[in-house]
T-cell receptor, first 114, second 117 residues
Framework: AQKVTQAQTEISVVEKEDVTLDCVYE???????LFWYKQPPSGELVFLIR??????QNEISGRYSWNFQKSTSSFNFTITASQVVDSAVYFCALSLKPEGKSTFGDGTTLTVKP | KAGVTQTPRYLIKTRGQQVTLSCSPI?????VSWYQQTPGQGLQFLFE???????NKGNFPGRFSGRQFSNSRSEMNVSTLELGDSALYLC????????????????FGPGTRLTVT
């Protein structure tokens, strides 16, 4: 069985601060996919990134960056220079396939204050 | 390109009733997955359909069922509703690459918020 743990339930920062959201996963499979999603108050999950287990290269996309470390089973997400619009619930998820049947963490609620 | 649409957006039902939720995937997407989101249990996978066939199923009782039509639109049905079925039901669609089974990312709809009283 797969498990995703997001230990941080809520994080509050002031605008322009950097913030890192932690994600630790468990799986016995050697091939798996990790995801991050953003869920704004409107409720719609927005895909942010997908990483497969064979690609440990870190990725940067604008103010977003992801650090994937298989040695610690972690897939952390950093927002640089946070903005109020970043306020949302962020979910980390794991799947044995590129699509469908994802196991989600409980989510981290990020509040960015002006 | 239109996104994933779900209808209705909000629904109030009484315990014991049944309900049908609808999901229209992005045009060209043939894989549809359903999730239940509640404050207590978080996001949980319900089932996944591809080409009208259920490919995966989560750990939900038989009261939860679904189907997919030839145009890839999907419905999920919950019979004999219980108070605990109150949740946000999310649908996601994916585009599968022909021949490989691999796909692009899942695109989620806005969800249907079901309240059971």
């Amino acid at each position: 069985a797969q498990k995703v743990t997001q230990a941080q339930t809520e994080i509050s920062v002031v605008e322009k601060e950097d913030v890192t959201l932690d994600c630790v996963y468990e799986t016995r499979d050697t091939t798996y996919y990790l995801f991050w999603y953003k869920q704004p108050p409107s409720g719609e999950l927005v895909f942010l990134i997908r990483r497969n287990s064979f690609d440990e290269q870190n990725e940067i996309s604008g103010r977003y960056s992801w650090n994937f470390q298989k040695s610690t089973s972690s897939f952390n997400f950093t927002i640089t220079a946070s903005q109020v619009v970043d306020s949302a619930v962020y979910f980390c998820a794991l799947s044995l396939k590129p699509e469908g049947k994802s196991t989600f963490g409980d989510g981290t609620t990020l509040t960015v204050k002006p | 390109k239109a996104g994933v649409t779900q209808t209705p957006r909000y629904l109030i039902k009484t315990r014991g009733q049944q309900v049908t939720l609808s999901c229209s995937p992005i045009s060209g997407h043939r894989s549809v997955s359903w999730y239940q989101q509640t404050p207590g249990q978080g996001l949980q996978f319900l089932f996944e359909y591809f080409s009208e066939t259920q490919r995966n199923k989560g750990n939900f009782p038989g009261r939860f069922s679904g189907r997919q039509f030839s145009n890839s639109r999907s419905e999920m049905n919950v019979s004999t509703l219980e108070l605990g079925d109150s949740a946000l039901y999310l649908c996601a669609s994916s585009l599968l690459k022909a021949g490989t089974g691999a796909s692009y990312e899942q695109y989620f709809g806005p969800g249907t918020r079901l309240t059971v009283t």
